[in-house]
């Protein structure tokens, strides 16, 4: 089931702590920007209306000297404050009109001021106050080497202080505007990422509340190759592990009623049987009964072992053993077992080979492959069994004849209560349990147990044990 139309359309808190943090940011980084380029633009700016203003006031004194020279003194500008004003034009922008703004109010002849060679001012209107008075910047003015003057001029941090509430606004403005647009921006990207992570957050939330309360049906929508996309991928694995389990033991605890029901039902007919005076009480009957009980026990073993092998908790006493030497010693055991069933057994064991394992714990592995092949080979039948050496390991080949198992059933041989064919015919093979078992058994010694099909035309059990190298049993046996 898809969470597609699941999800509510609530606010997600997620959305608007990552809207806050989008615009906090915004607005803190836009604020630091602006400090660092206002006080860069200040100073830089500063220090070219320095020498612009220098520049004018030396290109200024030139030209009076130069009407000095022409004229001999300062009084046709006493006379006339117009002319000062041309002057001061025609020096600092010759044959252009003068430019507009802060250009323009750096020229202006209000803010030059010409005093005589006694000091005496002869044109040009003083500032308001003694502070800016004092704060004059002067440049002598010198004709034919003397000196006929002085010229005065404001320093651009007086101009511009008269600027700073124009300035002042105007970044304000600026920074209002900027401000803004961050936070439509901020608006735009958060509300977006809120709305899309929110969704799957939901979502995931949603699905985890639902697979919580058992619902294992539950899958994410799997969309792009980011972290919540392979996160929704873990989660729709681990639903549908848990889905698989449940069923699992759904199946299992099914089965094991099954393979308890039988041996009950034959103990139950069996016993009402001699109630009713249908059998007699005598020792065959009680043995019938005694064979039932066995059966019983051996599958409540079984399921013991396996619980145990689950909670890894499988009672092995590993230690240096003879792996061909336990091999050879069981089939030569089950001879008269494998003749009765009508199979031809062939070896080709090489020894020794020395691995750590427990001896009885292979003899039971041992058994329950035989087992297995008695059951289901068909008679007359075969069985060859090779054990080998491959670098550090033992490869052991456990082959039988027909009939053989299909490929796609393999991978579930070693279920528990599983049958190729379905049925639960008892005669068929015994619990079901075996294979099981014989993997648990097989893994509890560090081995891979794996199937294939037989050259023989039936199945073949791979088991791969790790060897002991000889100086670690050197050292053991020391």
Not at 416 to 437: D, H, K, P, T
């Amino acid at each position: 089931m898809s969470l597609r139309h699941a999800l509510n359309p609530a606010v997600s808190r997620l959305g608007v702590k990552l809207f806050a943090i989008i615009l906090i940011v915004n607005v803190a980084i836009s604020g630091l920007v602006f400090i660092a380029v206002s006080r860069s633009l200040d100073q830089g700016f500063i220090e070219y209306l320095n020498r612009t203003q220098t520049h004018r006031a030396e290109t200024l004194a030139t030209g009076l000297a130069d009407e000095w020279a022409r004229r001999g003194d300062w009084q046709w500008l006493r006379q006339s404050p117009r002319a000062w004003h041309h002057l001061v034009r025609r020096q600092l922008w010759p044959g252009e009109a003068p430019p507009e703004g802060l250009e323009s109010r750096l020229g202006d002849p209000k803010d030059f001021v010409l005093h005589d060679a006694n000091g005496l001012p002869v044109i040009g209107l003083p500032p308001d106050n003694d502070l800016e008075a004092a704060e004059l910047r002067w440049l002598p003015i010198v004709s034919d080497g003397e000196r006929v003057g002085t010229l005065g001029y404001r320093p651009p941090q007086q101009l511009m202080a008269r600027m700073d509430r124009l300035f002042l606004t105007q970044q304000q403005r600026n920074l209002a505007i900027i401000v803004a647009a961050l936070g439509l921006a901020s608006l735009l990207l958060a509300g977006g990422l809120s709305w899309w992570l929110g969704r799957r957050a939901r979502g995931m939330t949603l699905a985890t509340r639902r697979l919580t309360e058992g619902d294992y049906s539950i899958r994410l929508p799997e969309r792009g190759r980011d972290e919540l996309s392979s996160l929704a991928r873990d989660f729709n694995v681990l639903a549908a592990t848990l889905e698989a389990s449940r069923e699992a033991r759904s199946r299992w605890v099914s089965d094991i009623a099954h393979e308890l029901r039988t041996p009950l039902a034959v103990l139950r007919g069996e016993i009402e049987a001699m109630q009713d005076g249908i059998r007699p009480l005598d020792l065959d009957s009680l043995g019938s009964l005694g064979q039932e009980v066995d059966q019983l026990e051996r599958l409540v073993a079984d399921l013991r072992l396996l619980s145990q092998s689950d909670a890894g908790a499988l009672e092995v006493q590993l230690a240096p053993l003879d792996l061909a030497a336990s091999l050879g010693d069981r089939l030569a055991e089950a001879g008269t077992w494998l003749h009765d069933a009508d199979i031809t057994l062939e070896t080709d064991i090489e020894g020794p080979a020395w691995i750590r394992g427990d001896t009885q714990r292979l003899r039971q592995l041992w058994t329950n492959l035989l087992d297995n092949t008695c059951a289901y080979t068909h008679t007359p039948g075969r069985l060859r069994v090779t054990l080998t050496q491959t670098g550090d390991h033992y490869r052991l080949c456990w082959e039988d004849s027909a009939p053989g198992v299909p490929e796609a059933e393999m991978p579930r041989l070693t279920e528990r209560l599983y049958r190729v064919e379905g049925s639960r015919n008892r005669a068929s093979g015994g619990s079901g349990l075996g294979l099981s078992i014989a993997m648990a058994l097989a893994r509890a010694h560090g081995a891979e147990m794996t199937p294939s099909a037989s050259s023989l035309d039936g199945l073949c059990w791979t088991l791969t044990f790790p060897a002991i190298a000889d100086h670690q049993l050197r050292e053991e046996d020391a």
